[in-house]
């Protein structure tokens, strides 16, 4: 009888245990991660988890190269973007608190902000329909880096110089930073306590993550956390980690695959606040016209091969981090890398693919080319485009029978259509002379630019760009010069960039983005603009 009872307990183990009932799953899952999964690597570490509980959770690869300590799911990351679903979350409570409302005016808070002649409210900088522009951008734009020390009062100062916005608030959802920094500004000043500390009253000790807090000061000591790595050359790695950056609210978290798993949770046990955060968490924005966008507060809404997720990634460094979330099927992935390189995106939804094969439909095959489908080769739409109002550059290039972008093939639609890398659909039509590209994403156009030709200028004709050239609202100066018949741009001690003529007056920067020069009467060259995705419009005039 005790033997039989034994056998029974034993039995009932084994079927309940994930690591017996999961071990094909866990065999495709080792697959994914193999490459990381060594002594000479740094790697990533993965929860996946269903109704609350792990099913799986390992380390591949390292945590340190140099102290050779393996990743595991107790390893610290620095989470990057993953951080704005808890900033939202804290200025949620900090509204069912009674301390601010989601829809007051953010210079109620922050009064030093200019008067862009509309009012900004807490809502739509949650959504990033605010117009801000990203503040990251503006500093790498003034030639410093994220990587070196800078206060939040620096931030701020560069956040308040900026004389406009990118777009009419509400009007358009242009992701961007500086909604996130601010916040937790705002949950600051509105609450009296910092976000680290209001964030780990509110959220992180009721859930008991006890390794996960917003990093605000950089020479505090963090036990566990993990450095970060670049690939160098001949599969070696560089260090690529910054433990000056101590900036929250659009970042700053550091947490676990371990205390991540309380966080998912929470998202079916509601325990936090009054009821309300993850509704409001989980509400998508609306724009002026009406159309609903896929972001909600800190978390995009979408589908994957026909289900329902909630996910956001983040990166900063060499960290790469994302949660994955499947809330019919109460699944998740959780997974935080060291190295830049690892693509937390595609990486989570093999995870899932491996997991949920019964549930997700069959992803759409790749469309043939003109002589098995009829469409027109990819060829056709390859080129350089630029949209005449945002003076964005976009550059397809046909490979091998497929249309590429932003270094990846695009998923065909249809004879002229092809998906982004997101949500977008890329649409191109010649119907009316030349060949013209639409971005469409959360019912606006992102994008709409006409193909063009990169002329070529003379020395002569590039001289008269050359000097420098001042912007008050990044406290910076470019210098312009001519070297082997190309226009260079310098700031500080930063390697020269090279310009690419685009149209008259206007140069394509890679990093920088489009530099638009202006003339006076005289048809002289008296300033430029700078034009990025996440920053538009930025002033410099000429000082020589």
Not at 354 to 361: G, H, N
Request: hydrophobic share 40%; with cysteine; charged share 20%.
């Amino acid at each position: 009888m005790r033997f039989a009872t034994i056998v029974i307990l034993a039995l009932g183990f084994f079927i309940k245990s994930p690591a017996f009932t999961n071990e094909v799953g866990r065999q495709g899952v080792d697959q994914i991660f193999g490459a990381y999964d060594k002594a000479s690597s740094p790697g990533c570490a993965l929860g996946a988890i269903q109704d609350g509980n792990f099913i799986y959770r390992k380390g591949y690869g390292m945590a340190s190269l140099e102290l050779g300590v393996p990743l595991s799911p107790q390893s610290v990351f620095y989470m990057g973007s993953v951080s704005k679903q808890f900033t939202a979350a804290s200025v949620v409570l900090a509204a069912e608190q009674g301390f601010l409302s989601l829809d007051d005016d953010v210079r109620k808070y922050v009064p030093e902000l200019p008067d862009y002649g509309h009012a900004i409210t807490l809502r739509q900088m949650l959504h990033h329909t605010s117009g801000f522009r990203d503040f990251l951008t503006l500093l790498y734009l003034s030639g410093r880096h994220d990587s070196d020390l800078h206060s939040k009062e620096e931030m701020i100062a560069l956040i308040v110089r900026q004389k406009g916005l990118n777009n009419v608030p509400g009007d358009e959802f242009v992701y961007s930073n500086t909604n996130y920094f601010l916040l937790g500004e705002i949950v600051k000043r509105a609450t009296k306590k910092s976000l680290a500390e209001f964030a780990a009253e509110n959220i992180f000790q009721p859930l008991r993550m006890a390794h996960t807090r917003f990093y605000d000061d950089h020479t505090f000591v963090l036990p566990g956390r993990v450095p970060a790595y670049d690939p160098g050359s001949n599969g070696s790695f560089l260090v690529d980690w910054s433990t000056n950056y101590d900036t929250v609210g659009a970042g700053g978290l550091m947490s676990s695959v371990d205390d991540l798993l309380l966080w998912d949770k929470n998202f079916y046990q509601n325990s936090l606040g009054q009821g309300r955060l993850l509704e409001e968490l989980q509400t998508r924005g609306v724009l002026n016209n009406g159309n609903q966008i896929s972001y909600a507060l800190g978390l995009e809404i979408g589908t994957y091969r026909g289900l329902p997720i909630v996910e956001h990634d983040g990166a900063l460094s060499g960290y790469r981090t994302g949660i994955l979330r499947f809330p019919e099927q109460r699944f998740t992935v959780v997974c935080l890398c060291n190295v830049s390189s690892a693509s937390v995106t595609n990486i989570s939804r093999e995870v899932a693919d491996v997991y949920l094969a019964k549930s997700l439909r069959p992803e759409a095959d790749a469309l043939k080319s003109q002589s098995h489908s009829g469409f027109p080769d990819p060829s056709l739409f390859a080129g350089k485009y630029l949209d005449p109002r945002k003076h964005f550059v976009y550059w397809f290039t046909s490979v091998q029978g497929n249309l590429m972008a932003w270094g990846a093939n695009l998923r065909r639609l249809g004879p002229n259509q092809f998906k982004d890398l997101g949500t977008g659909t890329i649409t191109f039509d010649n119907s009316h002379g030349g060949m013209k590209a639409t971005l469409e994403m959360d019912g606006v156009a992102f994008f709409a630019g006409s193909r063009i030709e990169e002329p070529h200028l003379s020395d002569a004709s590039l001289t008269e760009f050359v000097g420098l050239y001042r912007s008050g609202e990044l406290d910076a100066t470019y210098n312009l010069s001519i070297d082997k018949g190309s226009l260079m741009l310098r700031t500080n001690w930063n390697p020269p960039l090279k310009l690419s003529p685009i149209v008259q007056d206007e140069f394509d920067s890679g990093d920088f983005g489009t530099l638009v020069f202006h003339r006076d009467a005289s048809h002289r060259v008296s300033g430029l603009s700078v034009f990025s995705v996440r920053v538009r419009n930025v002033g410099f005039e000429r000082v020589n």
